[in-house]
C-alpha cells in the first residue's frame, strides 16, 4: 500500500552530468481517516450565528474606538528589508576636478531619487571667477556605474557655488555660480546643456549665488521660477523668457536697517549696508514663509508677501522689497545652513541653523530665542538637512572632524536622533581622509535610504542609512512636540 510520487524525467544537456532519485514522500492514508476529518470541520451554523450577534455590538465599539484612535499617525509600514548598518554605498569623483583641487559646493537628487548630481567650484576663498569648473552627475540605477566617470559631464567657466534639480522634470537643473549669474541646464541634452540663464546685467548679483530655489509659478502652472540667494544681500525670483534668458521678476533685499534692533547687528553699521545672505529654507506650512542665514551670524524670518520697500539702492529693473519680519537669537559667526522641518505643526514651525560657531540651533518661528544649542563641534558647520521620513533625525556636515571631548565623537557627517538623545550624535561617520571639511548634504526623498555629502577633497559619497534613521515610529511628532515645550518650560 506503499504511495509513491511519478518518477522524474531528467535530460542531460551542455557537459555536465545530472543524476536523481525518486524518494516517497507521501503517507498512506485510508477511507475512514478521510470520513473522520470531513465529519470535523462541519459547521454548526446557528451556533456561529448566535456568537456573532452576541458579540456585535463590543466589535463595532471597539473597531469605532481604534477608527478614532492617533495613535499610528504619521506611521507608514516599510515593507522593504530590515538594514541594521549605515554604509557607504558609492564613493564619486571626477578625477580631472580633483587634479585642479576643487571642491564639491552642492549636491542635489533628481526627482526620481536616482540620479546624484554635483557641482566643482571653491568655498574656501580665493579669487576663483574665471577658473573652470564642473556639473556631474551620476545614475546609480546605471548597471554599469563607473565612480569616477559621470554620466555627464557640463563645464562651465565659473565657479559652480549650489545646485537644485527640478522638483518634478528629472532632467532639468539650476546652477549658481561665483559670477552671480544663474544656468540653467537639461542633461537630457548632452551637446550643449545649457537651456536657460540670466547673463550679466544690472540684475545679476553682484557676490556669488550661495542657493538656488525652484519654485512653481502660481499664474502660468506651466512655467517655473528660480529663486536665488547672494552675499549681496539679495533675494531675486527669475522667470523664464522664451529666448532662453531668465528675466528678474521680483525681488528682495536684507539690509541693516530693516533687520529688527534686537538682533545686535554688532558687525554692520545701522543704515542701507547689505546683510549678505547665505542660505534659505521654505516653510512647508506656508509656502510664503521663508528663513534665511546670513552673515552676521543670526537667521530671519521672512515673508514673500512682504510689501515694504528695502532702502537699498539698487539699480534693478524691478522694486526690492524687505521681507524681514523676526530676528532670532544669533550664532557666535556666520550661519551657513537653515534648514525647515517638513514635519512641524503649526503650533511648533521648526528649523535647524548651523554656522562658523559649531552649533545647531532649533528653532521655533514663534519665538526669537532657541529651543535647543548643539555644541556639535570646535569647528565650522556648513550644512544640517532635517530628514524627510523622520521627524526626531536631522544631518549635520562639520569642518573638520577633531575630537569634542565634551560629546565624545569624531567625524564630518553626524546623524541626530532626538528620540535617543538630544545633546549628542546617534551616529557620526567618517567622509574623507585628512580631515578634509564635507561642505554639502541631502537627503533623497525618493530612495529615502540615502544620504549624499559632497567634501573638499572632490568626492562625494552615498551613504545607505540603517532602519533607525529611515522608519518613523508612532508617536514621533508627539515627542518632538514634548521635547520643545519640556525645552520651553
Known sequence: KSCQTGKISTA?????????????????QSKDAAQEFQQE??????????????????????????????????????????????????????????????????????????????????????????????????????????????????DVPSSVMCLAFHPSRPSLIAGGLFSGELVVWDTSRTEDPVIRRTGMTEDTHTDPVYQVNWLPDSKRRSHDRLLSVSTDGKILVWREERDGRLALAEGFAVVAQQVPRSAQLRKFSWGEAAV??????????????????????FSLKC??????????????????????????????????????SPFHRQVLNLFLSCGTDGQVH???????????????SKKYLFCVRWSPVRPLVFAAASGEGNCNKCLCFTGDVHLFDFEKSAQKPALSMKQAAGERPVYSLEFNTKQTRLLAAGDAAGAVRVWQLSSDFTEQGPREMSHLEQLAGEITD
Open 12 to 28: 542531460e544537456t551542455a557537459v555536465q552530468s545530472h543524476t536523481s532519485r525518486d524518494a516517497g514522500v507521501q503517507t498512506d
Open 41 to 154: 470541520v462541519q459547521m454548526d451554523y446557528a451556533s456561529l450565528l448566535s456568537f456573532l450577534r452576541r458579540v456585535e455590538g463590543a466589535v463595532i465599539k471597539e473597531l469605532n474606538k481604534n477608527w478614532k484612535s492617533r495613535a499610528f499617525d504619521g506611521f507608514e509600514v516599510n515593507w522593504t528589508d530590515q538594514n541594521e548598518t549605515v554604509l557607504c554605498l558609492h564613493t564619486l569623483s571626477y578625477p580631472e576636478a580633483q587634479d585642479q583641487n576643487l571642491q564639491v559646493t552642492s549636491v542635489s537628487w533628481n526627482a526620481t531619487g536616482s540620479v546624484v548630481a554635483c557641482s566643482y567650484g571653491r568655498l574656501d576663498g580665493g579669487d576663483w571667477s574665471t577658473e573652470k569648473s564642473y556639473v556631474c552627475t551620476w545614475n546609480l540605477d546605471r548597471r554599469g556605474l563607473n565612480p569616477q566617470r559621470p554620466d555627464l559631464v557640463v
Open 276 to 297: 549678505g545672505v547665505t542660505s534659505l529654507s521654505f516653510s512647508h506650512f506656508d509656502p510664503r514663509v521663508f528663513v534665511v542665514g546670513v552673515e552676521g551670524g
Open 303 to 340: 515673508s514673500m508677501a512682504a510689501e515694504r520697500p528695502a532702502l537699498q539702492q539698487t539699480g534693478t529693473s524691478v522694486p526690492l522689497r524687505a521681507p524681514a519680519e523676526l530676528a532670532f537669537s544669533p550664532h557666535g559667526g556666520p550661519v551657513y545652513s537653515v534648514s525647515c
Open 362 to 376: 532649533l528653532h521655533s518661528m514663534l519665538q526669537p530665542q532657541p529651543l535647543l544649542s548643539l555644541q556639535l
